[in-house]
């Protein structure tokens, strides 16, 4: 069942990250009664994360089943993470940049 917890929480972060997509890139700009453009980039951002946390989520859940039926272990690279995070610190600077030019 580990492969399938797995599967569910990559589904879980990715669809926290459509919420995101929506609330910033659709209601925010509503709310706050400003230009949309930014938010919309920045709510393409969001979805842009979902989608890459749906792919690397299945592709992940297929190597913990082989992992699993052979006995072995296969750790997240590095890579993928690094560019997570990557994205995650690089939508973050855009919401400060945002925040700032609304003050």
Not at 15 to 37: F, N, S, Y
Not at 98 to 103: H, M, R, Y
């Amino acid at each position: 069942m580990a492969a399938e917890r797995t599967w569910l929480a990559w589904w879980r972060a990715a669809l926290v990250a459509m919420v995101g997509a929506l609330g910033v890139g659709r209601l925010a700009p509503e709310l706050l009664d400003v230009a949309p453009w930014p938010y919309v980039v920045l709510g393409a951002g969001y979805a842009g994360i979902a989608v890459g946390l749906l792919v690397v989520g299945a592709r992940r859940q297929a190597e913990l089943q082989r992992a699993v039926d052979g006995g072995f272990q296969v750790p997240l690279s590095f890579g993928v993470v690094a560019a997570f995070t990557l994205a995650g610190v690089a939508l973050a600077v855009l919401r400060v940049v945002l925040v700032i030019a609304q003050t």
